[in-house]
Protein backbone atom coordinates (compact mmCIF):
# COMPACT_ATOMS: atom_id res chain seq x y z
CA UNK A 1 0.00 0.00 0.00
CA UNK A 2 1.18 3.85 -0.65
CA UNK A 3 1.70 6.25 2.28
CA UNK A 4 -0.69 7.45 5.00
CA UNK A 5 -2.91 10.54 5.02
CA UNK A 6 -0.96 12.97 6.93
CA UNK A 7 -3.77 15.98 7.33
CA UNK A 8 -1.97 19.16 8.38
CA UNK A 9 -4.08 22.05 9.92
CA UNK A 10 -2.69 25.78 10.33
CA UNK A 11 -4.10 28.80 11.38
CA UNK A 12 -2.40 32.06 10.86
CA UNK A 13 -1.09 31.53 7.00
CA UNK A 14 -1.44 34.43 5.20
CA UNK A 15 0.38 34.59 1.52
CA UNK A 16 2.64 37.50 3.16
CA UNK A 17 3.44 34.96 6.09
CA UNK A 18 7.03 34.02 6.61
CA UNK A 19 8.37 31.23 9.08
CA UNK A 20 5.17 28.96 9.50
CA UNK A 21 4.60 29.11 5.65
CA UNK A 22 7.74 28.05 4.80
CA UNK A 23 7.75 25.05 7.69
CA UNK A 24 4.52 23.73 6.25
CA UNK A 25 5.48 24.37 3.05
CA UNK A 26 8.88 22.37 3.05
CA UNK A 27 7.55 19.44 5.55
CA UNK A 28 4.52 19.18 3.43
CA UNK A 29 7.29 18.58 0.60
CA UNK A 30 9.46 16.39 2.37
CA UNK A 31 6.19 13.92 3.32
CA UNK A 32 5.31 14.01 -0.52
CA UNK A 33 9.13 12.94 -1.40
CA UNK A 34 9.04 10.40 1.34
CA UNK A 35 6.01 8.48 -0.15
CA UNK A 36 3.25 9.79 2.07
CA UNK A 37 -0.14 12.07 1.07
CA UNK A 38 0.15 14.86 2.90
CA UNK A 39 -2.97 17.52 2.67
CA UNK A 40 -2.91 20.76 4.51
CA UNK A 41 -6.06 22.79 5.79
CA UNK A 42 -5.52 26.77 6.10
CA UNK A 43 -7.86 29.43 6.79
CA UNK A 44 -8.38 32.01 3.66
CA UNK A 45 -10.95 34.66 2.38
CA UNK A 46 -13.03 31.71 0.54
CA UNK A 47 -12.53 28.04 -0.06
CA UNK A 48 -10.50 26.65 -2.37
CA UNK A 49 -8.50 23.32 -3.19
CA UNK A 50 -4.63 23.08 -5.30
CA UNK A 51 -2.54 20.47 -6.22
CA UNK A 52 0.88 21.61 -4.97
CA UNK A 53 4.60 21.02 -4.26
CA UNK A 54 3.58 19.88 -0.31
CA UNK A 55 0.44 17.82 -1.56
CA UNK A 56 -3.64 18.81 -2.08
CA UNK A 57 -3.90 22.54 0.08
CA UNK A 58 -7.25 23.00 1.15
CA UNK A 59 -8.47 26.49 1.57
CA UNK A 60 -11.58 26.75 3.67
CA UNK A 61 -13.00 30.22 5.24
CA UNK A 62 -11.65 31.93 7.98
CA UNK A 63 -12.52 34.76 10.50
CA UNK A 64 -9.83 38.04 10.23
CA UNK A 65 -8.25 38.25 13.53
CA UNK A 66 -8.04 42.48 13.78
CA UNK A 67 -4.43 44.17 13.90
CA UNK A 68 -2.54 40.98 12.13
CA UNK A 69 -2.68 43.07 8.78
CA UNK A 70 -4.44 39.90 7.01
CA UNK A 71 -4.31 36.37 9.02
CA UNK A 72 -7.27 34.74 9.18
CA UNK A 73 -8.29 31.83 12.15
CA UNK A 74 -10.56 28.88 11.10
CA UNK A 75 -13.35 29.10 13.62
CA UNK A 76 -16.11 27.25 11.85
CA UNK A 77 -15.81 23.86 14.02
CA UNK A 78 -18.85 21.54 12.55
CA UNK A 79 -17.92 22.04 8.50
CA UNK A 80 -14.47 21.48 9.56
CA UNK A 81 -14.92 17.99 11.81
CA UNK A 82 -16.89 16.90 8.05
CA UNK A 83 -13.61 17.87 6.25
CA UNK A 84 -11.40 15.79 8.28
CA UNK A 85 -14.08 12.70 7.97
CA UNK A 86 -13.98 13.28 4.76
CA UNK A 87 -10.24 12.95 4.09
CA UNK A 88 -10.22 10.03 6.39
CA UNK A 89 -6.22 10.98 8.06
CA UNK A 90 -4.16 8.11 9.33
CA UNK A 91 -2.14 10.84 11.54
CA UNK A 92 -2.91 14.76 12.71
CA UNK A 93 -0.71 17.57 12.25
CA UNK A 94 -1.74 20.83 13.92
CA UNK A 95 0.27 24.03 13.77
CA UNK A 96 -1.90 26.11 16.30
CA UNK A 97 -3.27 25.71 19.89
CA UNK A 98 -6.04 28.66 19.68
CA UNK A 99 -9.04 27.91 17.71
CA UNK A 100 -7.57 24.17 16.74
CA UNK A 101 -6.95 22.48 19.96
CA UNK A 102 -10.58 20.38 19.82
CA UNK A 103 -9.06 18.55 16.87
CA UNK A 104 -6.69 16.97 19.01
CA UNK A 105 -9.80 15.55 21.31
CA UNK A 106 -11.38 14.55 17.77
CA UNK A 107 -8.72 12.65 16.64
CA UNK A 108 -8.14 10.43 19.95
CA UNK A 109 -12.06 9.73 20.03
CA UNK A 110 -11.11 8.21 15.71
CA UNK A 111 -8.20 6.54 16.71
CA UNK A 112 -5.91 9.12 14.94
CA UNK A 113 -2.89 9.86 16.23
CA UNK A 114 -2.36 13.24 16.49
CA UNK A 115 0.79 15.97 16.94
CA UNK A 116 0.76 19.55 17.90
CA UNK A 117 3.76 21.86 16.62
CA UNK A 118 4.38 24.27 19.03
CA UNK A 119 5.65 27.35 16.78
CA UNK A 120 5.31 29.95 19.48
CA UNK A 121 5.65 30.19 23.42
CA UNK A 122 3.22 31.31 25.42
CA UNK A 123 5.11 32.05 28.32
CA UNK A 124 6.82 34.43 25.82
CA UNK A 125 4.45 35.67 24.53
CA UNK A 126 2.31 36.36 27.62
CA UNK A 127 5.08 37.89 29.21
CA UNK A 128 5.36 40.48 26.35
CA UNK A 129 1.85 41.49 26.19
CA UNK A 130 0.31 40.70 29.51
CA UNK A 131 -1.36 44.03 31.64
CA UNK A 132 1.37 45.12 34.84
CA UNK A 133 1.10 43.20 37.10
CA UNK A 134 -1.13 40.46 36.33
CA UNK A 135 0.05 36.74 36.92
CA UNK A 136 0.59 35.03 33.29
CA UNK A 137 2.29 32.12 34.98
CA UNK A 138 -0.71 29.64 36.28
CA UNK A 139 -2.82 30.43 33.34
CA UNK A 140 0.38 29.65 30.68
CA UNK A 141 0.58 26.56 32.91
CA UNK A 142 -2.69 25.36 32.22
CA UNK A 143 -3.02 26.02 29.18
CA UNK A 144 0.22 24.02 28.15
CA UNK A 145 -1.18 21.00 30.37
CA UNK A 146 -4.47 21.15 28.48
CA UNK A 147 -2.40 21.16 24.95
CA UNK A 148 -0.04 18.22 25.83
CA UNK A 149 -3.34 16.20 26.87
CA UNK A 150 -5.19 17.03 23.83
CA UNK A 151 -2.81 15.05 21.37
CA UNK A 152 -0.50 12.47 21.22
CA UNK A 153 2.35 14.19 20.91
CA UNK A 154 3.64 18.02 21.18
CA UNK A 155 6.66 18.60 19.07
CA UNK A 156 9.10 21.87 19.60
CA UNK A 157 11.44 22.87 17.23
CA UNK A 158 14.35 24.11 20.01
CA UNK A 159 15.70 23.78 23.75
CA UNK A 160 14.12 27.26 24.24
CA UNK A 161 10.53 26.19 23.13
CA UNK A 162 10.40 23.12 24.71
CA UNK A 163 11.21 24.44 28.13
CA UNK A 164 8.06 25.64 28.90
CA UNK A 165 6.38 22.28 28.07
CA UNK A 166 9.90 20.39 30.04
CA UNK A 167 9.04 22.59 33.63
CA UNK A 168 5.83 20.81 33.90
CA UNK A 169 7.12 17.10 33.31
CA UNK A 170 4.88 16.62 30.00
CA UNK A 171 5.65 13.03 29.00
CA UNK A 172 4.99 13.56 24.95
CA UNK A 173 7.42 16.14 24.37
CA UNK A 174 9.22 15.86 21.36
CA UNK A 175 12.34 18.09 20.35
CA UNK A 176 12.79 18.54 16.07
CA UNK A 177 14.83 21.24 14.70
CA UNK A 178 13.38 22.95 11.87
CA UNK A 179 16.13 23.25 8.63
CA UNK A 180 16.96 25.63 6.15
CA UNK A 181 17.35 25.33 2.20
CA UNK A 182 21.17 25.32 1.88
CA UNK A 183 20.62 25.57 -1.98
CA UNK A 184 18.25 28.53 -2.28
CA UNK A 185 20.25 30.40 1.02
CA UNK A 186 23.96 30.32 0.03
CA UNK A 187 26.63 32.89 -0.15
CA UNK A 188 27.31 32.28 -3.74
CA UNK A 189 23.96 34.39 -4.24
CA UNK A 190 25.89 38.08 -2.99
CA UNK A 191 24.92 40.68 -5.59
CA UNK A 192 27.54 43.16 -5.84
CA UNK A 193 24.89 45.38 -8.49
CA UNK A 194 22.25 45.23 -5.69
CA UNK A 195 24.63 46.08 -2.84
CA UNK A 196 25.57 49.30 -5.00
CA UNK A 197 21.86 50.10 -5.27
CA UNK A 198 21.34 49.40 -1.50
CA UNK A 199 24.12 50.57 0.01
CA UNK A 200 26.97 52.60 -2.31
CA UNK A 201 30.46 53.52 -1.42
CA UNK A 202 31.37 51.91 1.71
CA UNK A 203 28.12 52.11 3.96
CA UNK A 204 27.57 48.88 5.00
CA UNK A 205 24.18 46.82 4.53
CA UNK A 206 22.26 45.97 7.33
CA UNK A 207 19.09 44.10 6.73
CA UNK A 208 15.73 43.34 8.75
CA UNK A 209 13.75 40.88 7.55
CA UNK A 210 10.50 39.27 9.71
CA UNK A 211 6.81 39.88 9.48
CA UNK A 212 6.12 44.07 10.70
CA UNK A 213 4.26 43.27 14.28
CA UNK A 214 5.25 43.92 17.98
CA UNK A 215 6.28 40.27 18.94
CA UNK A 216 9.16 40.66 16.16
CA UNK A 217 10.11 44.03 17.74
CA UNK A 218 11.06 45.32 13.87
CA UNK A 219 11.47 49.04 15.96
CA UNK A 220 14.61 47.29 17.66
CA UNK A 221 16.40 47.34 13.96
CA UNK A 222 15.47 51.14 13.19
CA UNK A 223 16.61 52.01 17.00
CA UNK A 224 20.12 50.53 16.42
CA UNK A 225 20.45 51.80 12.96
CA UNK A 226 19.81 55.24 14.49
CA UNK A 227 22.54 54.31 17.42
CA UNK A 228 25.28 53.43 14.69
CA UNK A 229 24.58 56.52 12.70
CA UNK A 230 25.12 58.80 16.24
CA UNK A 231 28.20 56.69 16.73
CA UNK A 232 29.47 57.77 12.95
CA UNK A 233 28.97 54.16 11.84
CA UNK A 234 28.38 54.37 8.03
CA UNK A 235 24.96 52.15 7.59
CA UNK A 236 21.93 51.88 5.80
CA UNK A 237 18.91 49.17 6.57
CA UNK A 238 16.65 47.63 4.34
CA UNK A 239 13.27 46.20 5.82
CA UNK A 240 11.92 43.33 4.00
CA UNK A 241 8.41 42.26 5.33
CA UNK A 242 4.90 43.92 5.94
CA UNK A 243 2.25 43.73 8.43
CA UNK A 244 0.51 45.73 11.07
CA UNK A 245 3.19 48.13 12.22
CA UNK A 246 4.87 49.56 8.84
CA UNK A 247 2.95 52.72 8.59
CA UNK A 248 4.49 53.44 12.07
CA UNK A 249 7.77 52.34 11.75
CA UNK A 250 8.01 54.25 8.43
CA UNK A 251 7.49 57.12 10.25
CA UNK A 252 9.87 56.27 12.75
CA UNK A 253 12.75 55.82 10.12
CA UNK A 254 11.55 59.46 8.41
CA UNK A 255 15.08 60.71 8.83
CA UNK A 256 17.58 57.42 8.56
CA UNK A 257 18.55 55.69 5.70
CA UNK A 258 15.85 52.71 5.69
CA UNK A 259 14.55 51.69 2.81
CA UNK A 260 10.88 49.73 3.21
CA UNK A 261 10.66 46.75 0.40
CA UNK A 262 7.65 44.98 1.92
CA UNK A 263 7.15 41.21 1.29
CA UNK A 264 9.20 39.60 -1.13
CA UNK A 265 7.56 36.93 -2.23
CA UNK A 266 10.22 35.68 -4.81
CA UNK A 267 12.39 33.60 -2.67
CA UNK A 268 15.44 33.87 -5.50
CA UNK A 269 14.92 37.66 -4.81
CA UNK A 270 14.93 36.93 -0.58
CA UNK A 271 18.05 34.89 -1.19
CA UNK A 272 20.32 37.59 -3.15
CA UNK A 273 19.33 40.53 -0.64
CA UNK A 274 20.67 37.81 2.55
CA UNK A 275 23.55 37.13 0.46
CA UNK A 276 24.18 40.44 -0.10
CA UNK A 277 24.06 42.18 3.11
CA UNK A 278 26.97 42.43 5.72
CA UNK A 279 24.52 41.76 9.06
CA UNK A 280 20.78 40.87 9.37
CA UNK A 281 19.19 42.18 12.60
CA UNK A 282 16.75 39.42 13.68
CA UNK A 283 15.73 41.20 18.07
CA UNK A 284 12.64 39.05 17.87
CA UNK A 285 12.55 38.16 21.56
CA UNK A 286 9.77 35.01 21.56
CA UNK A 287 11.23 33.64 18.15
CA UNK A 288 11.11 29.75 18.75
CA UNK A 289 13.08 29.04 16.02
CA UNK A 290 13.66 32.06 13.41
CA UNK A 291 13.37 30.77 10.12
CA UNK A 292 14.46 34.16 8.11
CA UNK A 293 17.68 34.14 10.74
CA UNK A 294 18.68 30.48 9.60
CA UNK A 295 18.16 31.64 5.88
CA UNK A 296 20.47 34.66 6.33
CA UNK A 297 23.02 32.29 8.42
CA UNK A 298 22.96 29.96 5.08
CA UNK A 299 23.16 33.05 2.93
CA UNK A 300 26.45 33.60 4.99
CA UNK A 301 25.31 36.94 6.44
CA UNK A 302 26.09 37.12 10.37
CA UNK A 303 22.83 37.79 12.06
CA UNK A 304 22.46 39.50 15.59
CA UNK A 305 19.92 38.01 17.87
CA UNK A 306 17.86 38.60 21.16
CA UNK A 307 19.42 36.94 23.89
CA UNK A 308 15.85 35.86 25.05
CA UNK A 309 14.51 33.91 22.83
CA UNK A 310 15.67 30.51 21.00
CA UNK A 311 18.24 31.84 18.61
CA UNK A 312 21.38 31.79 20.31
CA UNK A 313 21.44 28.31 20.40
CA UNK A 314 20.53 28.41 16.59
CA UNK A 315 23.50 31.05 15.60
CA UNK A 316 26.34 29.19 17.20
CA UNK A 317 29.43 31.77 16.08
CA UNK A 318 27.44 32.75 13.13
CA UNK A 319 26.25 35.82 15.33
CA UNK A 320 25.90 37.73 18.08
CA UNK A 321 22.91 37.34 21.21
CA UNK A 322 22.41 40.90 22.04
CA UNK A 323 20.65 42.31 25.66
CA UNK A 324 17.08 44.35 25.02
CA UNK A 325 18.72 47.85 24.66
CA UNK A 326 19.48 49.61 21.47
CA UNK A 327 23.30 50.41 22.83
CA UNK A 328 23.55 46.37 23.15
CA UNK A 329 22.25 45.83 19.11
CA UNK A 330 24.27 48.21 17.62
CA UNK A 331 27.51 47.26 19.79
CA UNK A 332 26.77 43.90 18.67
CA UNK A 333 26.57 45.00 14.75
CA UNK A 334 29.61 46.90 15.51
CA UNK A 335 31.04 43.78 17.05
CA UNK A 336 30.15 41.76 14.06
CA UNK A 337 30.93 44.63 11.42
CA UNK A 338 34.90 44.26 12.97
CA UNK A 339 35.01 40.63 12.23
CA UNK A 340 36.83 39.49 8.72
CA UNK A 341 34.62 39.49 6.34
CA UNK A 342 35.68 35.59 4.88
CA UNK A 343 35.64 34.28 8.64
CA UNK A 344 32.66 36.23 9.55
CA UNK A 345 30.69 34.61 6.37
CA UNK A 346 32.08 31.36 6.81
CA UNK A 347 31.04 31.39 10.61
CA UNK A 348 27.56 31.87 9.50
CA UNK A 349 27.28 29.54 6.86
CA UNK A 350 29.02 27.00 8.71
CA UNK A 351 26.54 27.84 11.98
CA UNK A 352 23.31 26.92 8.83
CA UNK A 353 24.81 24.09 7.65
CA UNK A 354 23.59 21.85 11.22
CA UNK A 355 19.76 22.49 9.74
CA UNK A 356 18.86 20.31 6.85
CA UNK A 357 15.37 19.88 5.71
CA UNK A 358 15.72 16.32 5.10
CA UNK A 359 16.94 15.70 8.58
CA UNK A 360 13.75 17.74 9.71
CA UNK A 361 11.53 15.85 7.36
CA UNK A 362 12.83 12.34 9.19
CA UNK A 363 12.36 13.58 12.48
CA UNK A 364 8.80 14.64 12.08
CA UNK A 365 8.28 11.44 10.53
CA UNK A 366 9.25 9.61 13.36
CA UNK A 367 7.53 11.86 15.85
CA UNK A 368 4.50 10.60 13.81
CA UNK A 369 5.84 6.88 13.91
CA UNK A 370 6.53 6.88 10.17
CA UNK A 371 9.26 6.27 8.12
CA UNK A 372 10.07 6.94 4.07
CA UNK A 373 8.17 4.68 1.83
CA UNK A 374 10.17 1.93 0.44
CA UNK A 375 9.74 2.12 -3.42
CA UNK A 376 6.45 0.54 -4.51
CA UNK A 377 6.15 -0.74 -0.69
CA UNK A 378 4.07 0.21 2.34
CA UNK A 379 4.97 2.73 4.84
CA UNK A 380 7.23 1.49 8.00
CA UNK A 381 6.11 2.33 11.38
CA UNK A 382 8.41 4.37 13.93
CA UNK A 383 8.33 2.77 17.82
CA UNK A 384 9.03 4.46 20.54
CA UNK A 385 8.43 8.32 19.73
CA UNK A 386 6.32 10.08 21.84
CA UNK A 387 3.32 8.07 23.87
Known sequence: MPGVNVVRLANYVAPASGGLRTALRELGAGYLAAGHKPVLIVPGPRPQRRDTEQGLVITVPGVPVPGTGGYRAITARRSLRRLLEDLEPDRLEV?????????????RQCGIRSMMVSHDSLAALAQMFRPPGLPVRPLVDRLNRNTAASYDVVVCTTAWAAAEFRRLGVPNLVQVPLGVDLSRFNPAHANEKLRAQLAPGDCSLLVHCSRLSPEKRPDRALAALAELRRRGVHAALIVAGDGPLRRSLQAKAARLPVSFLGHIANRGMLAQLLATADVVIAPGPAETFGLSALEALASGTPVVVSSQGALPEIIGRGGVAAEASDAAYADAVERLL????????RAAREAAERFG????????????????VPHGGASVPTVGVGT
Do not use: K, Y
Open 357 to 372: WPAAVDGFLRAHRLSR
Open 338 to 345: GRNVTERR
Open 95 to 107: SDRTTLRWTGAWA
